[in-house]
């Protein structure tokens, strides 16, 4: 039995995000560039070599795995690897293997995702209107996506939405996101726009909706109360007791909530990051690909990647200016 991974500030790895591909049939403006430059094929992880990856975490004590991207399902022949994955839920080995999508391909593959073993899904909506949408997502569909969540709740799929709060695009839809949420069955989690990536005429400072504002709004209408639950994630919970749902709040800006990190983000291309707002990373590739029979140097490399996990990140807009920034797009590291 290998020994768990346990950080410097004690914290235990049990979760990994691994985005499979930066690719994406959507161009969301706090995600991606209009005109993007994507990684040579060659430069991705085949869908072997994630298996393998993902598979020494797994050995190494990492309980949940979520898939990413890019958008994880335009990837080709990707339900191959959802299908490996699988035998690590079978073996009791992985408790939960899951994605977070932007929707467009769930009326596709929801079906094959619920056979290979996964129960949850997030999906990133803003909004619920069609020229907001369109404007949002660059290239996107409101219907497809609509679709989508149909097709991911028929198959037996349990659906979150994660909302980006943005100032001046989705403050007037607070209630009725909330509210279509509630009538689905869907919990909701809003997000604070995090400083990455240079998006070019984006401003960042000016797309910021402090989620202590969102919320006071919220509570003009509801009552909120406060979950005492823990995921080792960054969101926060409450109940909305007129509905009995749950809203997640997400504050990289607003409070840091590094102190309960468990996680850590691998790229298609092998790069492990200890944190999503720091650049440091490691690269696993070659541990991975010159040792095709041993994965021993992998889980070394693993290892000695885990030991230089920072203490948080250092997002901050408070000085009207997007400090703690970093070059790297958000479709990169993986949402």
């Given at each position: 039995m290998e020994a768990p991974l346990i950080d410097p500030f004690a914290r235990p790895i049990s979760y990994l995000r691994v985005s499979v591909t930066d690719r994406c049939d959507f161009r969301c403006v706090y995600c991606m560039a209009e005109h993007m430059t994507f990684l040579p094929k060659k430069e991705l992880l085949t869908l072997e070599e994630l298996d393998r990856m993902c598979s020494a975490f797994v050995g190494l004590g990492v309980r949940k795995l979520r898939i990413t991207g890019g958008e994880p399902l335009v990837r080709r022949d990707i339900m191959t690897f959802f299908e490996g994955m699988t035998r690590h839920l079978d073996s009791g080995a992985l408790d939960e293997l899951t994605l977070t999508t932007n929707g467009s391909q769930l009326a596709r593959f929801a079906d094959q995702l619920y056979a290979a073993g996964v129960r949850r899904v997030n999906v990133s909506l803003d909004t619920l209107d069609d020229e907001k949408f369109a404007r949002v997502t660059?290239?996107?569909?409101?219907?497809?996506?609509?679709?989508?969540?149909?097709?991911?709740?028929?198959?037996?799929?349990?659906?979150?939405?994660?909302?980006?709060?943005?100032?001046?695009?989705?403050?007037?839809?607070?209630?009725?996101?909330?509210?279509?949420?509630?009538?689905?069955?869907?919990?909701?989690?809003?997000?604070?726009?995090?400083?990455?990536?240079?998006?070019?005429?984006?401003?960042?400072?000016?797309?910021?909706?402090?989620?202590?504002?969102?919320?006071?709004?919220?509570?003009?209408?509801?009552?909120?109360?406060?979950?005492?639950?823990?995921?080792?994630?960054?969101?926060?919970?409450?109940?909305?007791?007129?509905?009995?749902?749950?809203?997640?709040?997400?504050?990289?800006?607003?409070?840091?909530?590094?102190?309960?990190?468990?996680?850590?983000?691998?790229?298609?291309?092998?790069?492990?990051?200890?944190?999503?707002?720091?650049?440091?990373?490691?690269?696993?590739?070659?541990?991975?690909?010159?040792?095709?029979?041993?994965?021993?140097?992998?889980?070394?490399?693993?290892?000695?990647?885990?030991?230089?996990?920072?203490?948080?990140?250092?997002?901050?807009?408070?000085?009207?200016?997007?400090?703690?920034?970093?070059?790297?797009?958000?479709?990169?590291?993986?949402?």
């Amino acid at each position: 039995m290998e020994a768990p991974l346990i950080d410097p500030f004690a914290r235990p790895i049990s979760y990994l995000r691994v985005s499979v591909t930066d690719r994406c049939d959507f161009r969301c403006v706090y995600c991606m560039a209009e005109h993007m430059t994507f990684l040579p094929k060659k430069e991705l992880l085949t869908l072997e070599e994630l298996d393998r990856m993902c598979s020494a975490f797994v050995g190494l004590g990492v309980r949940k795995l979520r898939i990413t991207g890019g958008e994880p399902l335009v990837r080709r022949d990707i339900m191959t690897f959802f299908e490996g994955m699988t035998r690590h839920l079978d073996s009791g080995a992985l408790d939960e293997l899951t994605l977070t999508t932007n929707g467009s391909q769930l009326a596709r593959f929801a079906d094959q995702l619920y056979a290979a073993g996964v129960r949850r899904v997030n999906v990133s909506l803003d909004t619920l209107d069609d020229e907001k949408f369109a404007r949002v997502t660059r290239w996107g569909r409101l219907e497809q996506v609509l679709k989508g969540l149909d097709a991911a709740q028929a198959a037996g799929l349990s659906v979150k939405l994660n909302a980006v709060a943005l100032k001046g695009f989705n403050e007037d839809e607070l209630f009725t996101l909330a509210e279509f949420c509630a009538a689905r069955g869907m919990d909701l989690t809003w997000i604070e726009v995090m400083p990455m990536g240079d998006l070019g005429n984006e401003d960042r400072v000016g797309q910021y909706w402090s989620l202590n504002d969102l919320r006071a709004q919220m509570a003009t209408r509801y009552t909120l109360t406060d979950l005492p639950e823990r995921t080792g994630g960054p969101a926060r919970y409450v109940r909305v007791e007129e509905t009995g749902q749950k809203i997640g709040f997400i504050t990289p800006l607003t409070h840091n909530f590094c102190e309960s990190c468990n996680r850590v983000r691998m790229t298609c291309t092998g790069q492990l990051y200890m944190c999503l707002g720091q650049e440091d990373m490691a690269d696993l590739r070659p541990a991975l690909r010159n040792h095709p029979g041993d994965d021993a140097p992998l889980r070394e490399a693993i290892r000695n990647a885990i030991a230089h996990k920072p203490k948080g990140h250092d997002f901050d807009y408070s000085r009207q200016r997007a400090d703690g920034q970093v070059s790297r797009h958000m479709s990169h590291t993986g949402g």
